[in-house]
């Protein structure tokens, strides 16, 4: 599947061309000629006989923009000064810093920021740790912890090459739920180590987002830190995922007029991702699901299960199919992937059920081509920007720490997951919703809150029951 010119790949080339010259209104002729597209173009200086200009184009992948900086320089008059990768430019020096919500202005501030009088609230909290919440930055904090074992589609690239993710998912906390939260990238992939790492620095969080760990060992992360913690524990390439699948998954059964506990559904991918999303989808009411992983469909009769795929047998296959995935997806009312590209062809989506719905979710490259599963399916979504219906953790998860964060709450349950789907599922109303708007825009405006009261309200009855 040709992947199309994106801002992730944008690019500005500095270069001189004559002032009289006919160089100018060749240069965009230049990039759309290697399939690169222009977005801007900027004088950056004028003389009588040179002009410096700056083009700003958007590329497919690396190797594409040097083609297109190698096109413009093949323009006769053209001289290609420097090139700068906008991506780069923008995490120079970290894309996050701390401030003080305070001012510090004179001695009198100093002195109750500070020391001396810094101390009262010290005590106060020696008195009573619960008092951290409210007399702290642990109020509004979360830590996004990483040891850098699976880092978006790249796979064991360490701790530090983890770091410009983790900056960026605390922007993004920031940006849309007002949360301040705190990369902490761990040199170590020890499962104890990383749990007694977690557990010592937990006092100044009031909530732990674990993040682009590889399975199966955050399921164990996750699983001791919540026995040990008084804070909310939350994997979002587990939960987040499947909060948003929940989610679009209720919006596209209302556009096709379907009910998740009558629909089959099949899945590909039984990792971290796929066994969340299996979980919560059950949790929410679906009864008649098949997961498949590279050995084809899980079943009590296959080999060598461990102990995730024995639970994943267990609960799921009603009939005990055997076979492979394209056998599993004929019949199946939903389609979810989450594991490798190019799996599926059209003919194996015409062999779904009539109203047919498709969530090929790995990225860049999903299952299938989404413009051959239209040519089948009612309703189709994938984890990209350049298609509608992108199924985005962002859509999600800085409301959900908002919410149990005014919750104070000390744990996170299914309950509280599926109240954040339907808030999510929502905020789409009857008049905007199609097959092509079953889930809303990061930006919308009113998306974080809405998502964080039903959390709030959920954790809230969680406490009192």
């Given at each position: 599947?040709?992947?199309?010119?994106?801002?992730?790949?944008?690019?500005?080339?500095?270069?001189?061309?004559?002032?009289?010259?006919?160089?100018?209104?060749?240069?965009?002729?230049?990039?759309?000629?290697?399939?690169?597209?222009?977005?801007?173009?900027?004088?950056?200086?004028?003389?009588?006989?040179?002009?410096?200009?700056?083009?700003?184009?958007?590329?497919?992948?690396?190797?594409?923009?040097?083609?297109?900086?190698?096109?413009?320089?093949?323009?006769?008059?053209?001289?290609?000064?420097?090139?700068?990768?906008?991506?780069?430019?923008?995490?120079?020096?970290?894309?996050?810093?701390?401030?003080?919500?305070?001012?510090?202005?004179?001695?009198?501030?100093?002195?109750?920021?500070?020391?001396?009088?810094?101390?009262?609230?010290?005590?106060?909290?020696?008195?009573?740790?619960?008092?951290?919440?409210?007399?702290?930055?642990?109020?509004?904090?979360?830590?996004?912890?990483?040891?850098?074992?699976?880092?978006?589609?790249?796979?064991?690239?360490?701790?530090?090459?983890?770091?410009?993710?983790?900056?960026?998912?605390?922007?993004?906390?920031?940006?849309?739920?007002?949360?301040?939260?705190?990369?902490?990238?761990?040199?170590?992939?020890?499962?104890?180590?990383?749990?007694?790492?977690?557990?010592?620095?937990?006092?100044?969080?009031?909530?732990?987002?674990?993040?682009?760990?590889?399975?199966?060992?955050?399921?164990?992360?996750?699983?001791?830190?919540?026995e040990l913690l008084d804070i909310p524990v939350f994997h979002d390439d587990q939960h987040g995922t499947a909060i948003v699948v929940l989610a679009a998954l209720r919006n596209a059964l209302r556009v096709v007029g379907k009910k998740l506990e009558e629909v089959r559904i099949t899945m590909s991918g039984a990792g971290a991702a796929g066994t969340a999303i299996l979980k919560l989808l059950m949790h929410a009411g679906a009864r008649n699901i098949v997961v498949c992983d590279v050995d084809g469909a899980v079943h009590g009769g296959r080999d060598h299960l461990d102990d995730n795929l024995r639970w994943i047998a267990e609960h799921t296959n009603p009939e005990g199919y055997g076979g492979d995935l394209k056998g599993a997806v004929a019949g199946a009312d939903v389609f979810i992937g989450v594991s490798a590209p190019d799996l599926l062809a059209g003919e194996d989506i015409a062999e779904m059920n009539e109203d047919s719905i498709i969530f090929a979710l790995a990225n860049p490259d999903p299952e299938i081509d989404p413009d051959i599963a239209h040519l089948h399916a009612a309703v189709v979504a994938t984890g990209r920007s350049d298609y509608p219906n992108q199924i985005n953790n962002v859509l999600v998860f800085p409301g959900f720490f908002r919410g149990l964060l005014d919750a104070q709450s000390d744990h996170v349950d299914s309950d509280m997951m599926v109240a954040a789907a339907e808030a999510l599922a929502d905020v789409v109303t009857e008049d905007e919703l199609g097959p092509n708007y079953i889930i809303p825009s990061v930006f919308h405006a009113d998306l974080s809150a809405h998502v964080a009261t039903a959390v709030r309200e959920a954790a809230l009855r969680a406490r009192k029951a």
């Amino acid at each position: 599947m040709a992947t199309l010119p994106s801002v992730s790949y944008s690019i500005t080339v500095r270069l001189e061309v004559d002032a009289g010259g006919s160089a100018v209104g060749s240069l965009t002729n230049a990039v759309e000629h290697v399939g690169g597209m222009v977005t801007a173009l900027d004088v950056a200086a004028a003389g009588h006989e040179r002009i410096r200009i700056d083009v700003t184009c958007a590329a497919r992948d690396t190797e594409h923009a040097q083609a297109i900086v190698d096109s413009l320089g093949a323009v006769e008059g053209v001289v290609v000064h420097k090139v700068s990768d906008r991506t780069f430019l923008m995490h120079l020096g970290g894309k996050i810093e701390m401030k003080s919500k305070v001012p510090l202005r004179n001695r009198d501030e100093l002195s109750m920021a500070y020391t001396p009088g810094v101390a009262r609230v010290c005590q106060a909290i020696a008195a009573n740790k619960e008092d951290a919440r409210r007399l702290t930055v642990k109020r509004n904090s979360v830590a996004v912890v990483t040891d850098g074992s699976a880092v978006l589609g790249l796979g064991n690239i360490g701790p530090e090459a983890a770091m410009p993710v983790m900056e960026g998912k605390a922007a993004l906390f920031k940006r849309f739920a007002d949360i301040d939260a705190w990369p902490i990238a761990l040199d170590t992939q020890d499962v104890d180590e990383i749990v007694r790492t977690v557990q010592v620095l937990a006092p100044g969080f009031g909530g732990i987002n674990l993040e682009d760990i590889s399975a199966p060992r955050c399921f164990e992360v996750e699983a001791r830190l919540r026995e040990l913690l008084d804070i909310p524990v939350f994997h979002d390439d587990q939960h987040g995922t499947a909060i948003v699948v929940l989610a679009a998954l209720r919006n596209a059964l209302r556009v096709v007029g379907k009910k998740l506990e009558e629909v089959r559904i099949t899945m590909s991918g039984a990792g971290a991702a796929g066994t969340a999303i299996l979980k919560l989808l059950m949790h929410a009411g679906a009864r008649n699901i098949v997961v498949c992983d590279v050995d084809g469909a899980v079943h009590g009769g296959r080999d060598h299960l461990d102990d995730n795929l024995r639970w994943i047998a267990e609960h799921t296959n009603p009939e005990g199919y055997g076979g492979d995935l394209k056998g599993a997806v004929a019949g199946a009312d939903v389609f979810i992937g989450v594991s490798a590209p190019d799996l599926l062809a059209g003919e194996d989506i015409a062999e779904m059920n009539e109203d047919s719905i498709i969530f090929a979710l790995a990225n860049p490259d999903p299952e299938i081509d989404p413009d051959i599963a239209h040519l089948h399916a009612a309703v189709v979504a994938t984890g990209r920007s350049d298609y509608p219906n992108q199924i985005n953790n962002v859509l999600v998860f800085p409301g959900f720490f908002r919410g149990l964060l005014d919750a104070q709450s000390d744990h996170v349950d299914s309950d509280m997951m599926v109240a954040a789907a339907e808030a999510l599922a929502d905020v789409v109303t009857e008049d905007e919703l199609g097959p092509n708007y079953i889930i809303p825009s990061v930006f919308h405006a009113d998306l974080s809150a809405h998502v964080a009261t039903a959390v709030r309200e959920a954790a809230l009855r969680a406490r009192k029951a």
